[in-house]
Every structure is written in C-alpha cells, then in structure tokens.
C-alpha cells in the first residue's frame, strides 16, 4: 500500500495539472479576477483541490498510523517525526517541482543511513545542509540540475510554441 500511495501520489499530481483542470488551477494562481472572465469557476476548482489532497492525504495519514499502531497527539504532531523532517526534504529537493521531493527524499534517507549514528550532531548536521541549500541553492537540488541541463521529469508548464513555416 505504502508503494502504492508512494508511486501514485506524484503521478496524481502530473495528472492533475497537465488536464485542462490543471489550466485552471494556473488561472487562478496567476489572477483570480481574470479567471472567471475565462470561464473558470473558481470555487468549484478549489474546492475539488481540496477534497483531493484531504482524500490523498488521509489516505497517507492513515498509512502512518497503521504503521506507528498506536494513534496519540505526539505522534501526531511530533516536530522531529514530520514536521522538520518534510520541510529539509522539500528545501533540499525543490519547492514547487514534482521531482524535488522525490529527490529530496531519496537525499534525507541516505544522510539519515550515514549519520543517525552521531546522535543530535545528526539533526544539526541536517538542518545546517537545509540552510547552505537555501542560501546557494534556493531552488534545491532538483531546480540547479534542472536549469543547468534544461530538463524535467515531470513537465507541467505550458510553453507556447510558435511555428515559422
């Protein structure tokens, strides 16, 4: 399951935005006012947004709990169980991409493989690689290697494209 929630999840949200529904999510990013003069209705969009990522992520949640077995407000709301933890995967990786938190998790598990075993030292090696990222980096991992080569996985931007024939 938890596989499953892993690999569907970031091929939700391609799916997601690169569907007309996606365009109008863009709409409403760039101007609310303009959007509806394009025909986007946007309360129903955002309110189908939301009722997708509380299903995904209740799905999540409850992921995490059947694999924690017991259900309690610390292990709910722990700052060293997600909270810290997801915002050094999103800042190493990437904000605002698909492949930076891919990425960034694949960089958390291997310095927490290599340096759990330095006790707190871990968590301050940790944080002081999330602010080098963001004073060299800001983009994180993902965003330098995607302007240095000019790619991406998962392209969700729209370019125009004009034909000189």
């Known amino acids: 399951m938890a ?22 999510l863009f709409a409403i990013r760039d101007s609310e006012a303009t959007d509806e003069s394009a025909g986007v209705d946007g309360f129903r969009t955002k309110l189908g947004v939301y009722v997708l990522v509380a299903a995904a992520t209740g799905m999540i949640g409850a992921l995490i709990y059947l694999q924690k ?9 722990s700052v060293l169980d997600w909270s810290a933890y997801v915002i050094f995967i999103v ?23 290599y340096l759990a075993d330095f006790g707190t030292w871990y968590l301050i090696l940790l944080e002081a690689l999330a ?8 983009q994180g991992i993902w965003g330098c290697v995607a ?4 790619t991406a996985l998962f392209a969700v931007r729209r370019m125009l494209v004009r034909s000189y024939e």
């Open 91 to 113: 800042v190493i990786g990437g904000v605002g991409t698909i492949e930076g938190p891919i990425i960034g998790v694949i960089v958390f598990y291997a310095l927490q493989h």
């Open 69 to 77: 077995a017991r259900i309690s407000p610390d292990a709910a709301f």
């Open 147 to 150: 302007q240095r080569y000019r």
């Open 3 to 24: 596989l499953a929630l892993a690999a569907g999840t970031p091929l939700l949200v391609y799916l997601v935005l690169r569907s007309r529904y996606g365009l109008a």
């Open 131 to 138: 602010i080098v990222s963001m004073l060299f980096a800001p």
